[in-house]
């Protein structure tokens, strides 16, 4: 990682250390002298409040494990045994599940403050693909830990999710058998399923070091996107960043605690809360909320294989983002109708998620697929175009001539 | 190293392809079983055994649900205005098109044996529900008629038919 490399250490020890494992120096040129932007807004917080989120669901679910039977038929009792009999079992179990939900929430300003400011923008391609497949693993770890419930909706989830492999054409039913060892969802399906969503995390740890450390090779992207140009466009990262991070980390905090201690089911399914029945399917199957999106453009379509396809698609196509936007203006800041295109995809986005939980029919199915069509519009035939006939307002000459016009 | 002779190379390359082939073959035949564990196990297949069924207790009209291989089975005891629906269908104007003569087994037009697992996502669909004398899928909204053909709804198939004999009039073997 970069940075200037002014680490003196002091006491005896870390000079010991420094001489063969240079790692003070490592974590002093990455957090403290670390060179950010000084125009930085607190959008750019939740990198580290996904980081702090990762690290208390790793925390409160390796407990979990210690309580949990990953067995068909002792699961779901094993879960009412940790909300019921095991000392602040239903505190550590809702904070892992809303801790999931805030995860989430996290996990997409992130992301769509990365699209408002142009974040995914040369020199950071890598940087924004690494983050669509960490949001790829967090989806895959969330879906999975949903499942390991065993209720109603944990086993018609898995049974729906896993089907959507059945619409691959030729070999579909080979894959699903083969993903639930058996000839339905089940015990086995339960099995595996705990052992990814216990490995899955640590996967996750792994890709962010990757996703932090190309972030510190191009630095980061800022308000005006626009690169730092000189030491007076720069603020250390301590104690500047890690205040601001901290700060925005305990207002986080303040709303998880909220969920926690007084909603704690507000985001969970009444359904699941009935032991898995392979003979009956609730009436009514709706994913958790960070699915909606994807689960509405899933049932615009009344084509299965077209279906599932636009479901895949439209999460793979994040990661051609760099490429389809062929505007070199990062900031929207200075992109007045990317800014409005940007706004109606919001719109459309947290749209679908509203139609997802909606039941498929009437209004909702026309909304669905307006949305739907927005949504693919935006990134292959908007975003290419307005490259070309967008006229952009002037960039700012550096970060410190934009933070001190706005001031006077 | 350029400076060696190709004479001296012979050794050298030799150990190189032998190593990559031996690597090679190994990788892959260690795929086998790492992939192969996840199929259904041998516990698994030997519940899947066949299943006899006894129709008499079912009346005109009733739609059981059995399971075979953790699959959940429709047995339509059909009467003759669900039969006569399903026949008065335009068979070429089906999604999947199947006549109903290809639905049931000869002689036992009044019996209609499916999986009882929507071709869509997997949801089991709701009995007598929808508008087409079958079946309702809750999740996505397919609907089935009374030869559990996909009728409207996202469901590219008709629901599947299991394997199955009559051992006798009122006996199935399921499987």
């Keep these: 990682m970069s940075g200037s490399s002014t680490y003196q250490p002091q006491n005896g020890f870390l000079k010991w250390l420094e001489r063969r494992l240079p790692i003070g120096g490592l974590v002093h040129s990455s957090f403290v002298a670390y060179p950010t932007p000084r125009n930085l807004n607190y959008w750019w917080t939740f990198g580290g409040i996904l980081t702090f989120m990762l690290g208390v669901q790793m925390i409160t679910g390796i407990i979990l494990a210690m309580h949990y039977t990953p067995e068909s038929t002792m699961a779901f009792n094993s879960i009412e045994g940790i909300m019921r009999d095991v000392n602040y079992g239903w505190l550590l179990r809702y904070v892992h599940a809303s801790g999931a939900s805030m995860f989430f929430l996290a996990v997409y300003v992130h992301m769509f403050r990365g699209m408002y400011y142009g974040s995914y923008k040369e020199p950071r391609e890598v940087l924004w693909i690494l983050g669509v497949i960490l949001y790829l693993l967090m989806m895959a770890t969330a879906f999975m830990g949903y499942v390991l419930v065993w209720g109603q909706m944990s086993f018609w989830a898995a049974t729906v999710i896993t089907n959507l492999f059945s619409a691959i054409p030729g070999v579909g039913d080979i894959i699903v058998t083969w993903l639930w060892g058996g000839y339905a969802v089940g015990n086995p399906t339960l099995n595996r399923f705990y052992s990814l969503h216990y490995l899955l995390p640590f996967v996750i740890a792994g890709v962010v070091v990757l996703h932090v450390w190309a972030l510190h090779v191009a630095g980061q992207n800022n308000p005006a996107g626009i690169e730092p140009k000189s030491p007076k466009d720069t603020v250390p990262f301590t104690p500047y960043a890690t205040v601001k991070d901290s700060f925005m980390i305990a207002c986080f905090c303040i709303v998880l605690a909220w969920l926690v201690f007084y909603v704690p089911n507000y985001l969970l399914s009444a359904d699941n809360y009935i032991p898995a029945n392979p003979a009956v399917t609730p009436s009514e199957i709706v994913p958790e909320w960070y699915y909606l999106p994807f689960y509405a453009i899933l049932r615009s379509i009344p084509n299965k294989l077209l279906g599932v396809t636009a479901l895949f698609s439209s999460i793979i196509i994040l990661a051609f983002l760099p490429w389809l936007d062929t505007s070199r203006v990062r900031s929207a800041r200075y992109r007045p109708l990317f800014r409005q295109f940007f706004w109606l995809f919001v719109i459309a986005a947290v749209g679908l998620g509203y139609l997802g939980s909606k039941p498929p029919e009437g209004i909702y199915v026309v909304l669905s697929r307006v949305f739907t069509l927005y949504y693919f519009a935006f990134f292959l035939i908007i975003l290419p175009l307005l490259g070309i006939f967008e006229k952009t307002r002037p960039l700012p000459n550096s970060i410190s001539e934009s933070v001190l016009k706005a001031k006077a | ?175």
């Design chain 2, 1 to 175: 190293m350029t400076t060696v002779s190709s004479a001296a190379h012979t050794r050298r390359d030799f150990l190189y392809i032998a190593t990559a082939a031996v690597g090679a073959v190994g990788a892959a035949a260690s795929l086998v079983p790492l992939i192969s564990q996840m199929n259904p196990d041998a516990s698994t297949i030997a519940a899947g055994a066949p299943v006899d069924i006894d129709l008499s207790p079912i009346t005109d009209g009733q739609i059981i649900k059995v399971f075979w291989r953790s699959k959940p089975i429709f047995i339509f005891h059909r009467t003759k205005h669900d039969i006569d629906l399903a026949k008065d269908v335009n068979v070429s104007s089906l999604r999947d098109p199947e006549p109903d003569s290809e639905r049931v087994k000869p002689g036992h037009e009044q019996w209609l044996v499916v999986i009882g697992i929507c071709t869509h996502l997997g949801c089991i669909p709701l009995p007598h529900e929808g508008q087409f004398d079958g079946w309702f899928c809750p999740c996505h909204g397919s609907q089935y008629d009374s030869a559990g053909r996909i009728r409207k709804g996202p469901a590219p198939k008709n629901l599947y038919l299991p394997p199955y004999k009559f051992t006798s009039d009122t006996k199935i073997r399921i499987g």
